[in-house]
């Protein structure tokens, strides 16, 4: 116990510094130099609410990953719009200064039964890798029906992909998998696909031309309230 106290208590220093700093050195600037240019602002402004959805990210990451590992955690569920439920992966794509979102939902239904805030933070932290591990390019996030019924959705980057072998054990607690070190404390991929798993879905990674693609499945319409029962006391 007292060794995993200290691994939290390292990861806590060293993955919340980054943003703290920006967050002050933005804050600071602006009242340093205040400036009447808007584009000064947005950009101050931009800075500091990057900063703050990261740590949200790893807040979620340290207190949800715990929960998800007991037997006895069930869902909350409900219809959601799916517009709503990537709107947070998506802020994630469109505050980088190295990335372009590219948002396609246009092959899937406009609602979904799930955990909304579960879902959110699956989606947040496939963006979120795609955001460390690719240098620059498009972040896509796609939404679709597959042959089966079930809602996929899909996060690409055009990054420089997994070296062979890191498919088998990325999803594992405590594991990173791009060709560079990147950071981060290895919960994001294993949470995602817990969230995925407690829905009865997954999380699979791909292999595109460039780069690399998770996609989340949900199963089809019905299974939600075939199961209500057992999810929720």
């Excluded at 406009?110 to 955001?131: F, G, K, Q, T, Y």
């Excluded at 995602?192 to 791909?206: C, K, S, Y």
Aim: proline fraction near 6%.
């Amino acid at each position: 116990m007292r060794e995993e106290q200290r691994q939290f208590f390292n990861m806590v220093n060293h993955e919340f510094r980054t943003p703290l700093a920006i967050v002050d050195s933005a804050a600071t600037e602006l009242m340093t130099f205040p400036s009447t240019d808007p584009g000064a602002q947005v950009e101050s402004a931009a800075q500091i609410r990057r900063a703050c959805r990261r740590l949200t990210t790893l807040v979620d990451n340290s207190l949800i990953s715990d929960r998800l590992a007991t037997a006895a955690f069930g869902l909350r569920l409900a219809q959601v719009p799916l517009s709503e439920l990537t709107d947070d992966a998506a802020q994630l794509a469109r505050w980088s200064p190295r990335h372009q979102l590219r948002l396609n939902l246009s092959g899937a239904p406009e609602e979904w039964e799930c955990d909304p805030m579960l879902l959110r933070i699956a989606l947040s932290n496939l963006v979120d890798n795609a955001v460390k591990y690719a240098p620059s390019g498009v972040i896509a996030i796609d939404a679709r029906l597959d042959e089966q019924g079930r809602l996929a959705l899909s996060v690409s980057d055009e990054g420089p992909g997994l070296p062979p072998g890191a498919a088998d054990r990325i999803f594992e607690s405590g594991q990173r998998g791009g060709q560079h070190r990147a950071s981060g404390f290895g919960l994001g991929l294993w949470v995602a696909r817990r969230i995925a798993q407690l829905h009865g879905g997954d999380v699979e990674v791909g292999a595109p031309q460039a780069g690399s693609c998770f996609t989340l499945r949900l199963p089809p319409r019905g299974w939600a309230a075939a199961t209500r029962a057992e999810l929720i006391p």
